[in-house]
């Protein structure tokens, strides 16, 4: 489970090696019985703390820091906080570098721009070379495979339909974490899912029965 920190937790990104890129999703997903779509209109408006990454184009995040040591981590961080309109994000592996130092996950709006997600408190992240999730520490816990080149991976929350959200799109005007944790989900999605993709754009999203859930307190 994970606690929703003051302003919110925002999407993102981490790259850490000469090589390292990923495509974005232009289209944000929600579970099957919403029927509601939202498309961003601009990725870099909505994409713009970048450290030691630059935005291609209008999907792509590719790594440009030195990548020689553990604080040469490049951040990708979205400009608004996940909420209940907008709870969903993914992107692609296009080029897992060397080593596939590549994560997605959550973090609180001022998180250390050289530390990979899920290092921190406040953060929790699905890391693509070992396949574990990390929350708020440097020692993650075993979660799915590793990621490879074409893979899609995607973070987000289930927000109870009752959930009230007490800040702005911005990240403002929340005093106080979530009162209770909410549950959030990683998924991993394979190159041969795409035909299933076309067949049922839903299936994916947040199936226990194929997509496991990692649960886990993320403390602020």
């Known amino acids: 489970m994970v606690r929703v920190p003051p302003g919110g937790l925002y999407p993102c990104v981490g790259l850490a090696a000469a090589g390292d890129a990923v495509r974005l999703s232009p289209q944000l997903l929600w579970p099957p019985d919403e029927d509601t ?5 601009s990725m870099e408006e909505e994409w713009l703390r970048l450290h030691d990454i630059r935005l291609n184009g209008q999907q792509m995040l590719e790594y440009c ?3 020689k040591s553990l604080v040469d981590v490049g951040l990708a961080q979205a400009r608004t906080p996940l909420n209940t309109t907008s709870h969903y994000f993914e ?4 080029d897992p570098g060397r080593s596939g130092y590549i994560t997605i996950g959550l973090t609180k709006k001022e998180y250390p721009k050289n530390r990979h997600p899920g290092w921190n408190r406040g953060s929790i ?3 693509a070379d070992d396949g574990r999730v990390f929350a708020g520490s440097t020692v993650g816990s075993l979660f799915g495979p590793r990621c490879q080149k074409g893979d899609v991976m995607g973070c987000g929350i289930i927000f109870p339909r009752d959930y009230v959200c007490n800040y702005d799109s911005e990240g403002g005007s929340m005093e106080e974490e979530s009162p209770e944790p909410l549950e959030c989900v990683f998924h991993k999605e394979w190159p041969d899912d795409r035909q299933a993709r076309g067949c049922s754009p839903q299936r994916r999203v947040f199936p226990q ?3 496991g859930k990692f649960g886990r307190t993320c403390e602020s």
């Open 209 to 211: 029965h194929q997509y």
């Open 125 to 127: 992240a699905y890391h």
């Open 91 to 94: 992107m692609e592996i296009v």
């Open 37 to 41: 779509h939202m498309s961003v209109d």
């Open 65 to 67: 820091g030195r990548g």
